[in-house]
């Protein structure tokens, strides 16, 4: 089992920056991959970036190219995804979710965290 919890969310104005921490505990001797993904009031949860083991393979949204940032720390078991320029669009709740299975193009995760909440106001 691995457990995760989000952190760093919160509120900012349009235009602003925050940066989101993923601290991964228990199992972790795995190769995980590892993702963010968002979920905003009546709507489904969508992809929003996925970073493999080593760091070297990455994927985003096409809605977030350019803007947001996702890296990792193994050694801290941590990742991040550091978001600029944000939108009132991009309010929701983030999720991290990690995966022993599969490539960064793989949607599929098998553990999830709790969330944090990111409100950007206009």
């Known amino acids: 089992q691995v457990q995760l919890v989000e952190s760093g969310g919160g509120l900012v104005q349009a235009g602003g920056s925050l940066r989101l921490s993923c601290a991964a505990s228990g199992r972790t001797g795995s190769s995980y991959r590892m993702g963010w993904f968002r979920q905003a009031p009546g709507k489904e949860r969508e992809f929003v970036a996925a970073?493999?083991?080593?760091?070297?393979?990455?994927d985003y949204a096409n809605s977030v190219k350019g803007r947001f940032t996702i890296s990792r720390d193994n050694a801290k078991n941590t990742m991040y995804l550091q978001m600029n320029s944000l939108k009132p669009e991009d309010t929701a709740v983030y999720y991290c979710?990690?995966?022993?299975?599969?490539?960064?193009?793989?949607?599929?995760?098998?553990?999830w965290g709790q969330g944090t909440q990111v409100t950007v106001s206009s």
């Open positions: 970073i493999s083991w080593s760091g070297v393979s990455t």
């Open positions: 979710a990690a995966s022993a299975r599969g490539s960064v193009f793989n949607l599929e995760y098998d553990y």
